[in-house]
C-alpha cells in the first residue's frame, strides 16, 4: 500500500493544483499562498515517485526496500547518467540538425 501512496497523493495534489492555480485554463494569482505550498507539496511527491521508479526499475526483487551498499549504489547511478546522457546527446542531435 505504502508504494501506491506517493502515487495517490502525486495525483490528487495534481488536482488540487489546478482546481487552485487555473481559471479558465490560465493560470493567476488569486492564492498565491496556498498555490506555494501545493507547489512544494508537489515537488516531494514527485520526489517519491521517482524514489519508488527508481527503486522498482533498477533492482532485483531480493534488493528491493532495502539499503544497498555504496558501491551498488554508485553503479546503478552511473548507469542512469549514462542512459540520461545518451539521450540528451540524441535530443541535441536532434534539435542543432532542425
Known amino acids: 500500500m505504502y508504494n ?3 502515487i495517490l497523493a502525486t495525483f490528487i495534489l ?3 493544483i489546478y482546481l487552485n492555480a487555473f481559471v479558465k485554463g490560465k493560470p493567476h ?8 505550498y501545493l507547489y512544494l507539496a ?3 511527491s514527485l ?3 521517482f524514489i519508488q521508479i527508481y527503486n522498482y526499475l533498477l533492482n ?4 528491493r526496500e532495502k539499503l544497498l551498499d555504496k558501491k551498488t549504489t554508485i553503479h ?8 540520461f ?3 540528451i546527446k540524441f535530443m541535441w542531435g536532434i534539435y542543432t540538425n532542425i
Open 60 to 63: 532485483t526483487k531480493e534488493n
Open 29 to 36: 494569482c488569486n492564492h498565491f499562498i496556498k498555490n506555494v
Open 47 to 49: 520526489c517519491g515517485v
Open 14 to 16: 495534481i488536482i488540487m
Open 76 to 83: 546503478q547511478i552511473q548507469k542512469c547518467i549514462f542512459i
Open 85 to 87: 546522457g545518451i539521450f
Open 42 to 44: 508537489l515537488s516531494l
Open 4 to 6: 501506491f501512496f506517493s
